[in-house]
């Protein structure tokens, strides 16, 4: 770890002009980005600890909801109206990670939090989005737990996190401040593939600030998580489908599936939904749906499993929410 | 007083048996349980220590080569940074379990990447760490193979019996299977850590460490210091697993430290440098070859396994231990193989060996079953020798058979020939397996001082250590057992080179070892009793603090008179074991949940049932057993350590990504503990069971995975992956998934 210096931001202009100068650093729940640290893979020359801005609160937002930045994941995941009306959410919530960490980790740390790439998290190894022209480590190597969807010869590294997948299936928005203008973002463009510039994970610029996530108007249906990993708790996901899933009349009225683990940000592709809707559940037409998600999908050797495991993944999910019999 | 015993004949006599204090085998918790849980046992690192500076271990990242230039100024200048310690005597492998000399050095000479090299030492924790990334430095690389199937094998050992091609060809059934494992780490909970001290030419040492006699010797021999020079205190070891066995980098380097400085250091590796640079257990490439009768009767037997470790290390992962004598089989096949290759030092990690050495002739049992169309309980029991195969030696004892019966009533196992796909809930698929389990039994020489104090309480000392294993506890009750004292009014002082040599832990070894040594020094304290009051050894009973023979009682205080008595037992192995194959036994049941889609596979309950000889304490043997089937799971299905293709450096380095089993992946476990008494095995007629319950639990999952989905899997661990492709492959053509 280097020496930096530690600031507390009062308020959030505070925060957001704090931010935007050069080598610093938001501090929130300080799971990542403490860890990251301490391996030196972050070496933020100031930290701004954003922990006491009142970004906490979880409230009505019309008829949605609007989870605060700094919520903690716990606060979310049980909160009143997230089980009864966004359950998959509080599913993927409680599908990451441990008690502990959820009980320090926040909305806005969850969202910004790194990839869990083993080149990535040893100061000593080639990787690209650690140290931008250095190669990538990953890709002749350990690509177990890597993307098979939207890489980029730069970096095949996934976003690691769950509670965005989820995000990602309600079309959840990211409010977003800085000292000059707020804006909103949707989750699902929130994230970025790696492209060129593998070192930016997000669209988030110096001095932006994270101040909540908004849920839309509850939309009911099934809503499912599924995350497969080889130990059943605090692993993250080598493979995570969130579904929010209606039916009537035996046909798809709503099917907004978003995927965990499979690329640098939670995929969701809008053309799964279009063959969806309307149609009659079948293993066959789950099988086109998946068709459509791993079209271009390219795996590295040790990460060629994940394409059938997607597959598969995602049949489980829609044969668990339409009773659809394998 | 010093009672001395080479054990060359088997001790029938089970002392332990007639002496009625009824404390040997009781289910007592741990003396020190309390102070471990409330935190306020205090471990290496955690000494308080006056002007104690902090050193952080700096590696390289070099496969191999060597250091031609440390450049101390570089760091010098940095706030808190007091010196760079770059000695010779750096050592950057752990030296090997009983080593008693030094590790490989210098340090300088880089054998695998993330060798530690050199350390900084600052003020403070903080400050050495970010000195020790910034330390300059010049050096020298070479191209090194990495992966074992790339370079040419050394044999290490085999055995040749008939003609195993042969009884193959000429077989009814056969199986003939290459099953891999790959690389564990011991994973302990606290990581290497040392405090030195050095005053007036002479060193103390807070460390973790399994081993003191030994590691005495092999520190003191790194530093060019006598022995006796040299002390080491252990009086708690946060988990070793192997890992502790021999002396590692951190204890060298802060004892350099120390030396150099005139000054107290600690060094606590990191998690990541625990996981890179202390022994791993090598990765495995196995081969089974059975060949049977039409009835299941083993006619050969052929395991073959290649492993490997650095060039210039002896040690080999012993798999074949337990072939050698587990099951029958006329004609025989084993050997082992050795690459040289320069991934981290391999060597003991729990129960090396046939930790996975039997799961793979488990699976391999179990696929012959299927052939014969037999349940695999009943080819087990056929096939179970009547001497060892190979030298004809009888067993001292074997609960084999008791375990696997008694395993299976309590499992409620349905014997029949496996058919997988038998049970689905929802999407799971749900299977049972079987397999034997068996683990070589050791005894190491092992001193120990027992006093009886004038108010008639007895003091234990050696410097054995207590890795978490209730060493603690067993001691005090063979004492107990011994003098007639209930467990509180024994203290059992542990973990310092101070006090007599006993046998350190591993290989299981502690118990039996230290146990006999404790067990003459307190026949040495009875008979000087006996001699007192003027009868024989035999007809003194020592019972709740009072002395009693034909004709009258003495309380123990009155006996001695104001006094203490004191008496050093010295346990030496001997000849009792020449002509025998002594051994604990076991068997393992599981009960898995498949997942159809994905291939996770979840363990639903396991049952193990094991004979080791004597039960010191009902509970701390439990617990290790417990700890033994939580370790199957995890080489069963999540462990690996991941090494890159390109330099060999181990990828998953922290808790986060070598995946142990967490709580939810560790169902109900049932434990059952068959009693017996090995006169061979030692004076106490104890064997160890330390690493016993994982001694081939791995393969009873694997044969429940079978048996469930139908999916031979044959790499460990059975990640959802291969679990799922190996589905795929033996799906039937009508199934969909
Ligand atoms: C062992 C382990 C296992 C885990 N397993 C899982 C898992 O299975 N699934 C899962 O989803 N997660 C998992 N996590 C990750 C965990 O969810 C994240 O560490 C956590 O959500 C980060 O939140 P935080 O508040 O602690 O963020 P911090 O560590 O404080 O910050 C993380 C990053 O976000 C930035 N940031 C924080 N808040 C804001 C804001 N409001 N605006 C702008 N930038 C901000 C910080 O600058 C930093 O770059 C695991 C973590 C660990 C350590
Ligand atoms: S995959 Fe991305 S994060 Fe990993 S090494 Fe390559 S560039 Fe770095």
Known sequence: MRPFDYQRAERLEHAAQLTGEPDTLALAGGTNLVDLMKLQVETPQTLVDIGRLSLGTIAEDGEGLRIGALATNTATAVHPRVLADYPVLARAILAGATQQLRNKATTGGNLCQRTRCYYFTNIDQPCNKREPGSGCGAIKGIARIHAVLGTSPQCIATYPGDMAVAMAALDASVEIASERRSRTVPVRNFHRLPGDTPEKDNVLEPGEIITAVTLPAPVGGVQLYRKVRERSSYAFALCSVAAVVDLEEGRFTRADLAFGGLAHKPWHDPRIADLLIGSEPSLALFDKAADLLLEGAESYGENDFKIPLARRTLAAVLCEATGVEP | ?737
């Open chain 2, 1 to 737: 007083m010093t009672v001395h015993l080479k054990q060359d004949a088997p001790d029938n006599r089970d002392v332990l048996d007639g002496t009625g204090q009824g404390v040997i085998g009781a289910p007592l918790p741990r003396p020190e349980g309390l102070m471990k849980v409330t935190g306020t046992a205090t471990y290496a690192a955690e000494y308080a220590v006056e002007g104690c500076l902090e050193g952080v271990l700096v590696t390289v990242p070099v496969t191999r080569g060597e250091v031609l230039s440390i450049d101390e100024h570089s760091v010098l200048t940095m706030p808190g940074v007091v010196a760079v310690i770059s000695d010779e005597r750096m050592t950057g492998r752990p030296a090997q379990g009983m080593a008693g000399e030094a590790p490989f050095q210098p340090a300088q000479e880089v054998c695998y990447w993330g060798q530690p090299v050199a350390l900084v030492v600052a003020d403070t924790f903080e400050q050495a760490r970010d000195a020790a990334k910034h330390l300059a430095m010049e050096w020298r690389s070479e191209d090194a193979p990495i992966d074992p199937a790339s370079v040419e094998t050394e044999e290490d050992e085999s055995t040749l019996q008939g003609d195993l091609a042969h009884a193959m060809a000429e077989a009814a059934h056969s199986v003939d299977v290459v099953i891999t494992t790959e690389g564990h780490a011991s994973a302990a909970m606290e990581p290497h850590a040392a405090l030195a001290q050095w005053n007036d030419g002479a060193l103390t040492v807070h460390a973790s460490l399994q081993m003191l006699k030994f590691n005495r010797a092999e520190l003191a021999d790194s530093l060019g210091l006598e022995e006796e020079q040299v002390r080491l205190l252990s009086p708690y070891v946060g988990g070793g697993f192997g890992s502790k066995l021999g002396v590692s980098q951190e204890v060298v380097a802060a004892s350099l430290a120390a030396m150099k400085l005139g000054r107290p250091v600690r060094v606590v590796m990191s998690r990541q440098q625990v996981f890179q640079t202390v022994e791993r257990r090598s990765e495995t490439h196995q081969r089974i070859r059975l060949a049977a009768d039409a009835e299941g009767k083993l006619t050969g037997f052929g395991h073959e396994a290649l492993v490997s470790n650095l060039p210039g290390e002896t040690f080999a992962e012993p798999v074949l231990q337990s072939s050698q004598f587990l099951y029958a089989g006329e004609n025989r096949l084993l050997k082992l193989d050795l690459a040289r290759i320069h991934r981290m030092t391999a060597g003991s990690v729990r129960a090396p060996g046939e930790a996975v050495g039997v799961q793979t002739v488990e699976q391999a049992m179990d696929m012959l079953a299927e052939k014969v169309g037999m349940d695999p309980i009943e080819l087990r029991l056929r096939n179970i020798p009547e001497v060892h195969p190979a030298k004809g030696t009888p067993f001292s004892s074997r609960k084999l058979a008791e375990c696997l019966r008694e395993g299976a009533a309590a499992f409620g196992w349905e014997p029949r020939p496996r058919a997988p796909r038998h049970t689905r809930e929802g999407e799971w698929w749900i299977g049972t397996g079987v397999a034997s389990g068996a683990r070589v039994h050791f005894v190491e020489e092992a001193k120990a001082r027992v006093t009886l104090r004038p108010d008639g309480t007895a003091l234990v000392e050696t410097d054995m250590t207590d890795i978490g294993t209730g060493t603690y506890a067993i001691l005090g009750q063979v004492a107990g057992e011994m003098l007639g004292l209930v467990p509180d009014d024994i203290e059992v002082r542990l973990g310092d080179t101070d006090l007599p040599p006993g046998s350190g832990s591993g290989g299981s070894v502690g118990a039996a070892s230290c146990g006999s040594a404790v067990f003459l020094a307190c026949q040495g304290l009875r008979e000087q009793l006996a001699k007192r009051l003027n009868v024989g050894a035999d007809e003194l009973a020592l019972k709740d603090g009072f002395a009693r023979w034909d004709g009258g009682e003495k309380a123990l205080p009155e006996l001695l008179g104001g006094e203490p008595l004191e008496c050093t037992g010295h346990f030496e192995p001997g000849a009792s074991t020449e002509d025998l194959t002594v051994s604990s036994f076991g068997a393992f049941f599981a009960e898995v949940a498949v997942n159809r889609w994905t291939g996770e596979t979840r363990v639903r309950r396991m049952t193990g049932a094991f004979g080791f000889g004597r039960v010191l304490n009902a509970r701390t043997a439990r617990s290790q057993c417990l700890g033994g089937l939580t370790w199957c799971i995890g080489n069963a299905l999540t462990e690996s350590l991941l090494f890159d293709p390109v330099d060999g450096h181990l990828a998953n380095c922290d808790l986060a990504e070598y995946h142990v089993p967490v709580n939810r992946d560790v169902p109900d476990l049932e434990v059952l503990l068959l009693e017996e008494r090995d006169a061979a095995a030692s004076p106490i007629q104890a064997k160890g069971v330390g690493e016993l319950g994982l001694c081939g639990g791995a393969g009873a999952i694997a044969n429940a995975i079978y048996d469930a989905c139908g999916a031979r899997v044959f790499a460990y661990p059975m990640t959802p992956d291969r679990v799922m492709a190996a589905m795929e492959s033996s799906r039937p053509p009508s199934e969909s998934t």
